[in-house]
C-alpha cells in the first residue's frame, strides 16, 4: 500500500459509518528491504495530508537496528488555495539523532542521543522564531537516562536552559528490576537567574 484515504470512521456500537470528515489522505514511499535477511525496513517516508496541514515523517532505512525510527518530523501549512501569507507562514521541524549502544548484556539498543525542534517563518527563507535542542549523555548499561540538557531560544538569543541529571536505583538483575529512578537534580536558568532543584522519587518498599 503506498497511499490511503480516510474520510468515514466505522462504529461498532452502532454498526455504520459516522458521518463524512474532511479526508485524510495518508501517501508512503520509499519502501525499503534489507539484503542480507532481515526482511522489511518500512518506508522512507510518510505524509498525512490534512484539510489544512501536511505532516512529513522521514524514517531510518540505513540500518536495521534504527528501523522504524524517525529521523525527521516536518509540519506545514496544507491548502489548495494559496495563502494570503505568502512565504510568511509558519511551520515545525524535529529533526532527532539516533545512536545505538551496547548493553551490560552486550546487546545493541537505539537510543535518542539529541534532538532539535525548530519553528520557522518563510518556507524559502526558514528564518528561525524558536529553536528547542535536546541532548542526552551515553545512557548506562541499561538503556537508563543519566544527564539530559534543553535549551530554548528565539531570534533574541538564549530563552531558558535546563539540566536534568537521573540517579537510577541500583539495578537488580536478579529480579530484573531496573530503570528505577532514585532522583532527580534538575538545573533551570532563565533571564539570568539559575534555580536547582532536588526531586527525590517514592518507591513501594
Partial sequence: MSTSTRSQVWNLASGEFSEAEPAILYQYLGPTMALRGRGSLGFFERQVEYPLSLTLTRYHVD????????????????SAMPSPLGDEQRFEETTLNWGVFQSGAQRPFPYLVDQIHTVYEGFNTRAVVQ???????????????????????????????????????????????????????????????????????????
Fill in 63 to 78: 540500518d536495521f537496528r534504527l528501523a522504524g525510527r524517525p529521523d525527521l518530523i516536518q509540519t506545514r501549512p496544507f
Fill in 131 to 205: 529553536r528547542t535542542e535536546v541532548n542526552r549523555t551515553v545512557p548506562d548499561a541499561f538503556g537508563n537516562e543519566t544527564l539530559r540538557a534543553m535549551t530554548t531560544s528565539s531570534s533574541h538569543g538564549i530563552v531558558d536552559t535546563t539540566s536534568v541529571s537521573t540517579t537510577p536505583v541500583p539495578p537488580d538483575t536478579v529480579s530484573w528490576v531496573t530503570g528505577l529512578t532514585d532522583f532527580r537534580f534538575v538545573t533551570s536558568t532563565r533571564g539570568g537567574e539559575t534555580r536547582s532543584q532536588e526531586r527525590p522519587w517514592r518507591r513501594a518498599s
